[in-house]
C-alpha cells in the first residue's frame, strides 16, 4: 500500500525533512495589511517579524482554498497514492481539520484521512516525521495512525509570552479575561490544556528569567511521571539568542535528552507575537 503525508506549514519542517521523508507541505495564508501571504512560500519568517514592527494593524491567519486542498489530494491519487494520511494543526486553534473532515470524500481517487494533531508547531512536525518514516517502511494505515496517537498523548509544553493580545484578538485563549490587563513585565505563561486541547493561560510571572525558572521547574516535576525517552525542543518567536541561550542551559541540566531548537513562523507568531519562548517535550522519535 502506497501511502502519502501531508501537513500544513505551521509544522516548520526543514526543507531536509521534506525532502528526504517526502512530506507534503500545505502553505497557510498570513494576512498583514489586507494582503495574503502563503507562510514559507511568499513570506518567509525573517520578513514576517519585520512586517509586523511597521504593520498598520494587527495580522490575521486564515484557511487554504478548498480548490488547492482537493487538487493535492487528487493529484497525490493520480501518483498512485492508496492513502493520504493528513496531519495538521489543533482543531481547537484553527477550522483546518474541520474543514478537511469536511471535504475529504470529495476525493475519490485515494483515500484521505485527516488527523488532528491536537498541537502545532514542531511537536507536529515530529508526529508528521514519524508517520512518512513508518509510510516509507511499509506501515499500513491503520499502523501510522495507532503511532500518531501514541505520540500525540506524550506532547506537553509551556509558552512565555510577552503579552496576550494577539491571542485575545484572536480568539485563541479559552480564559482571556483572567488575564487581560496584565502588569507590566508579567509575562503570562500558556499551555494546552490536556482535557480540552485549548490554549490556555495559567500563570503570570515577573521577568521572563523567573518564567524561564517556572518553566523548568514545570518539565522537571513532569519528566518523573514518564517511562519513555523524551526529546525537549526550544521554540521562539524572532529571538534564537534566548533560544540557545535557553538550550545550553538545558544541555547542562539534561544531557540524556536531545535538545532542539526551533521557531514559530508567520502563523503561529500572528497570535504568540515576537519574542515568544517555548519549551515543548514529547517521546524522542529517534529512539523507537
Known amino acids: 500500500m502506497k501511502i502519502a503525508v501531508v501537513t500544513d506549514s505551521t509544522a516548520y519542517l526543514t526543507d531536509k525533512q521534506i ?28 520578513a514576517f517579524y519585520q512586517k509586523l514592527k511597521t504593520a498598520s494593524s494587527f495580522p490575521s491567519t486564515s484557511q487554504p482554498p478548498v480548490g488547492e486542498l482537493i487538487s493535492l489530494y487528487k493529484s497525490l491519487g493520480n501518483q498512485g497514492y492508496d492513502a493520504v494520511i493528513s496531519i495538521h494543526l489543533a482543531g481547537t486553534i484553527s477550522g483546518f481539520i474541520q474543514t478537511l473532515t469536511n471535504l475529504h470524500e470529495e476525493v475519490h481517487n485515494t483515500k484521505v484521512i485527516p488527523f488532528d494533531s491536537q498541537i502545532t508547531v ?93 518553566v523548568e521547574k514545570l518539565f522537571a516535576e513532569e519528566r518523573q511521571k514518564v517511562d519513555y525517552p523524551l526529546r525537549l525542543i526550544v521554540i521562539h518567536a524572532n529571538d534564537e539568542a534566548a533560544a540557545l541561550a535557553w538550550k545550553d542551559e538545558l544541555d547542562k541540566l539534561y544531557p ?33
Open 19 to 46: 525532502n528526504d521523508y517526502n512530506i507534503h507541505v500545505v502553505p497557510m495564508p498570513v494576512i498583514i495589511d489586507n494582503k495574503v501571504y502563503k507562510e514559507g512560500i511568499d513570506i518567509s519568517t525573517e
Open 122 to 214: 514542531m511537536l507536529m512536525g515530529n508526529m508528521v516525521i514519524a508517520a512518512a518514516r513508518m509510510a516509507q517502511a511499509g506501515a499500513n494505515v491503520d499502523e501510522i495512525l495507532a503511532k500518531l496517537r501514541e505520540l500525540r498523548l506524550t506532547t506537553n509544553e509551556y509558552f512565555i509570552v510577552d503579552d496576550l493580545q494577539n491571542l485575545v484578538r484572536g480568539g485563541r485563549l479559552s480564559n482571556a479575561s483572567a488575564f487581560i490587563g496584565s502588569v507590566l513585565k508579567i509575562k503570562p505563561l500558556l499551555t494546552f490544556d490536556r482535557q480540552t486541547h485549548k490554549i490556555i493561560a495559567f500563570d503570570k510571572v515577573r521577568s521572563r528569567k523567573k518564567a524561564i525558572k517556572r
Open 256 to 288: 540524556m535528552y536531545p535538545v532542539d531548537i526551533s521557531y514559530f513562523g508567520p502563523v503561529i507568531g500572528t497570535h504568540l507575537g515576537e519574542k515568544a519562548l517555548a519549551l515543548a517535550w514529547m517521546r524522542d522519535i529517534d529512539k523507537e
